[in-house]
């Protein structure tokens, strides 16, 4: 069985090192198209659904959070104040970084302990391989496909390998 730790790690790597990748075509298209990148940052699929900067922030918070919960460490901070591609970027390599470091042991030490999980004004008991794989990873991948597919209705050149691939 593949211990919890790695598999956070691995798909931390792997998504976030992707959508580095994408966000850096996203910023070269905006570049060349010689725009404005708030005119691609600020797209949105519907008026009720987050913006490409909040789809990434999301996609970086799921991973922190989600290791230091598993870890039994304080929550890490990010301000959301991203507002360019390279600062998306770096926010991106910062949640890899972050990641990285927690400690496997402590990772794994809780995959079949019984942890509260906050869902709004309510926890739901999860364990930590539950957690993983039910919450953690499925935020991590759905965000940051919503990142990629709004680069994507705009015109940057990515495909499936972009999103598969860390740059």
């Keep these: 069985m593949t211990s919890v730790s790695y598999q956070l790690k691995s798909a931390t790597n792997q998504t976030l090192g992707a959508l580095k990748g994408i966000l850096a075509k996203g910023e070269a ?3 060349a198209l ?12 519907y008026p009720d659904m987050f913006a490409l900067p909040r ?8 991973v922190t959070r ?4 598993l870890a039994g460490k304080e929550m890490p901070s990010f301000p959301d104040t991203e507002q360019t591609f390279a600062e998306l970027i770096a926010r991106c390599q910062k949640a890899i970084d972050y990641v990285n470091a927690v400690d496997d042991a402590a990772i794994d030490a809780t995959a079949r302990t019984t ?4 869902m709004g004004q309510a926890t739901m008991p999860m364990t930590g391989e539950q957690y993983l794989s039910g919450f953690i990873l ?9 990142a990629y597919g709004l680069l994507r209705t705009q015109g940057v050149q990515i495909g499936k390998r972009d999103y598969l691939v860390p740059a």
Aim: net charge neutral; with cysteine.
């Design 138 to 146: 499925t935020n991590l991948h759905f965000h940051a496909a919503m």
């Design 34 to 45: 010689k725009c404005e990148e708030s005119a691609l940052l600020s797209q949105r699929f």
């Design 66 to 69: 989600g290791a230091a919960r």
């Design 29 to 31: 298209y905006a570049s």
């Design 115 to 118: 942890l509260q999980i906050p």
């Design 55 to 62: 789809q990434v922030q999301i996609a970086c918070d799921t």
